[in-house]
């Protein structure tokens, strides 16, 4: 019987570029990318003075319970629950500091269709349009008509850092995270600062998506 014909030839070529995409796609981002940490933003509140005292009583000041990324920022030992028109709830939703003129609400698609509500997706501070629901405290209850959003994908820069990449404050970006789920984000806004540290804010579904797991940093590719 006939030994089978083996095209060594094709198997080379066939090898060589199978290796050249591996590498292709483990190659990291090039000397002089834009680079900047990337975190995820999981559902959270940000009250303003009268729900803050309706919520936990007349003169309740926040108590820190540690720092955040940006300077000023920090997560408070408070937490709220929220209660959408289904009568589902979601509990220990953290307060974030220091407080706002206006409550803000910003939670992830999967908690909005948990929930029962519908947010539209916008930058943080824009409630024009956005939706409510009940925020429950140990001593009060808020009926929040409006404020709870998708907070849009979003890269706070250092006025620095924006300067040295020709980036204005606003501006929309496309931006690139190589993990092992690489993905490619449209539609980011820079948010630029001389406060502000470096850095990308992904809500939970996004942070899934692409497969974060810490540490990871966002090319800005456009």
Excluded at 50 to 69: D, S
Aim: charge should be neutral.
């Amino acid at each position: 019987m006939a030994e089978p014909f083996v095209d060594n030839a094709l198997i080379d070529q066939i090898t060589q570029r199978v290796v050249a995409r591996l590498r292709a796609s483990q190659t990291g981002p090039s000397p002089g990318a834009k680079l900047v940490p990337v975190n995820v933003s999981v559902r959270h509140v940000h009250l303003c003075q009268e729900h803050l005292e309706i919520l936990y009583g007349p003169g309740f000041v926040l108590e820190e319970r540690n720092e955040l990324y940006q300077p000023g920022q920090f997560a408070a030992k408070q937490v709220v629950t929220l209660v959408g028109p289904r009568m589902r709830c979601l509990g220990e939703v953290r307060v974030l500091g220091p407080l706002r003129k206006s409550t803000q609400v910003e939670v992830s698609k999967t908690d909005a269709i948990y929930l029962g509500i519908d947010p539209p997706v916008k930058p943080s501070g824009e409630h024009e349009g956005s939706v409510g629901l009940i925020l429950v405290g140990p001593v009060g209850v808020v009926h929040l008509q409006r404020g709870v959003i998708l907070a849009n994908r979003h890269i706070h820069l250092s006025t620095a850092s924006a300067q040295k990449w020709g980036i204005a404050d606003n501006q929309i970006v496309k931006v690139r995270i190589t993990t092992h789920k690489r993905t490619v984000f449209e539609d980011v806004q820079c948010r630029v600062h001389p406060m502000y540290l470096d850095e990308m804010h992904l809500d939970t579904d996004d942070g899934n998506a692409s497969g974060l797991r810490g540490g990871e940093k966002a090319e800005i590719i456009d």
